[in-house]
T-cell receptor, first 114, second 114 residues
Framework: EAGVAQSPRYKIIEKRQSVAFWCNPI?????LYWYQQILGQGPKLLIQ????????DSQLPKDRFSAERLKGVDSTLKIQPAKLEDSAVYLC????????????FGPGTRLTVT | AQSVTQLDSHVSVSEGTPVLLRCNYS??????LFWYVQHPNKGLQLLLK??????LVKGINGFEAEFKKSETSFHLTKPSAHMSDAAEYFC????????????FGGGTRLMVKP
């Protein structure tokens, strides 16, 4: 079974630029999550989708971050404009259903904002 | 608010000696608790989970954890460390009725000396 795929793996941008990350969950997984992991900290949930609907985005900085999962499969997370403090690893995870315990994580995208 | 505290940011052990990674949680209700492991440049992997069944939980690679409600703890142990155990470990809480929203601790980096 293929795992969660993310691209790109690494990205370096200057502050105030825009960036987008892509995630393809495990086939058949209805629930998709985006996390932000700042160096030296645990991952923090940004947004949670169930199929193509948002379940929770209470921790997403909506003035600069946006995410979509239009067809209920792959997802894109965008930052516009980026700030220095956005430097982090962005992790995507998926689970079979909303109530299923195990979340399967992708390898992440490491973003550096200079 | 639910939270989880990992008491040590770094733990160093010799190969073949026991491992103890400490975790305390705060939750208004009995939560589900997890340990995840993160190897360099790899995705987070579930080690074990506690979901109100047996208080002693066995996971993969010889790890186990004991849920102690009176101490609000969920420490991770392994009788004998292996070099391949060197990684970052995260204690995670999922409060009751929180869907599948996970709150991660700050992480403990385990180093294994030959």
């Amino acid at each position: 079974e293929a795992g969660v795929a993310q691209s790109p793996r690494y990205k370096i941008i200057e502050k105030r630029q825009s960036v987008a990350f892509w995630c393809n969950p495990i086939s058949g997984h209805a629930t998709l999550y985006w996390y932000q992991q700042i160096l030296g900290q645990g991952p923090k949930l940004l947004i949670q989708f169930q199929n193509n609907g948002v379940v929770d985005d209470s921790q997403l900085p909506k003035d600069r971050f946006s995410a979509e999962r239009l067809k209920g499969v792959d997802s894109t997370l965008k930052i516009q404009p980026a700030k220095l403090e956005d430097s982090a690893v962005y992790l995507c995870a998926s689970s079979l259903e909303l109530s299923t315990y195990e979340q399967y994580f992708g390898p992440g995208t490491r973003l550096t904002v200079t | 608010a639910q939270s989880v505290t990992q008491l040590d940011s770094h733990v160093s052990v010799s190969e073949g000696t026991p491992v103890l990674l400490r975790c305390n949680y705060s939750s208004s209700y009995s939560p589900s608790l997890f340990w995840y492991v993160q190897h360099p440049n790899k995705g987070l992997q579930l080690l074990l989970k506690y979901t109100s069944a047996a208080t002693l939980v066995k996971g993969i690679n010889g790890f186990e954890a004991e849920f102690k409600k009176s101490e609000t703890s969920f420490h991770l142990t392994k009788p004998s460390a292996h070099m391949s155990d060197a990684a970052e470990y995260f204690c995670v809480v999922r409060p009751l009725n929180a869907g599948n929203m996970l709150t991660f601790g700050g992480g403990t980096r385990l180093m294994v000396k030959p």
